[in-house]
């Protein structure tokens, strides 16, 4: 199993620009979280999803974020525009949707905004 | 709102020392209490995981030590490695429709001196 793969792995990128950050969640997993992390805030979710339908996106920070899941196997977050404060490293996570089962981590895409 | 509170925000102990990492939630609700291992350039990975009806658990060299009424746990690492320099984060879910939906403490930096 390749476990979450999350691409790009690094992403720099002028302020203004749209930024679409990439998950394949592990198969069979059909719940899908993305987390962003910062060193002053610390590791907080943004939106998650059950088979494929977003259930809770109150942490999404602004409407320039947007996050979708068309398939089973496929999410994106979208940042547009996208500004310096949004530099972070951005974790996708998937799980099967069970009482008390393991997150899995994908590496993470590191966006540094200028 | 801060619902998990982590403590402290760094340690440092030599091979062998039993380094404790302490964490307090607010949410009564919350029903699955996992601790998470990161290293740089990485995703958190489970390490260890309770439910608040058991105040031990232990595997390996880790071990968690819940208290129900005094809404804390927190981990045990016995026999400390250099290899477990880490950071480490404690978090916690309820069950209904937010299963998986992790809120994480601030996390640990833990370093182990050879």
């Known amino acids: 199993d390749a476990g979450v793969i999350q691409s790009p792995r690094h992403e720099v990128t002028e302020m203004g620009q749209e930024v679409t950050l990439r998950c394949k969640p592990i198969?069979?997993?059909?719940?899908l979280f993305w987390y962003r992390q910062t060193m002053m805030r610390g590791l907080e979710l943004l939106i998650y999803?059950?088979?494929?339908?977003?259930?809770?996106d109150s942490g999404m920070p602004e409407d320039r974020f947007s996050a979708k899941m068309p398939n089973a196997s496929f999410s994106t977050l979208k940042i547009q525009p996208s500004e310096p404060r949004d530099s972070a490293v951005y974790f996708c996570?998937?799980?099967?949707?069970?009482?008390?089962?393991?997150?899995?981590f994908g590496q993470g895409t590191r966006l540094t905004v200028v | 709102q801060q619902q998990v509170k982590q403590s402290p925000q760094s340690l440092i102990v030599q091979k062998g020392g039993i380094p404790i990492i302490n964490c307090a939630y607010e949410n009564t609700a919350f029903d699955y209490f996992p601790w998470y291992q990161q290293f740089p350039g990485k995703g958190p990975a489970l390490l260890i995981a309770i439910r608040p009806d058991v105040s031990e658990k232990k595997e390996g060299r880790f071990t968690i030590s819940f208290n129900k009424s005094a809404k804390q746990f927190s981990l045990h690492i016995m026999d400390s490695q250099p290899g477990d320099s880490a950071t480490y984060f404690c978090a916690a879910s309820r069950g209904g429709t937010s299963y998986g939906k992790l809120t994480f403490g601030q996390g640990t930096i833990l370093t182990v001196h050879p």
């Open positions: 999803f059950n088979n494929n339908v977003p259930i809770d």
């Open positions: 996570a998937s799980s099967i949707r069970h009482p008390n089962t393991e997150a899995f």
């Open positions: 198969s069979g997993h059909n719940s």
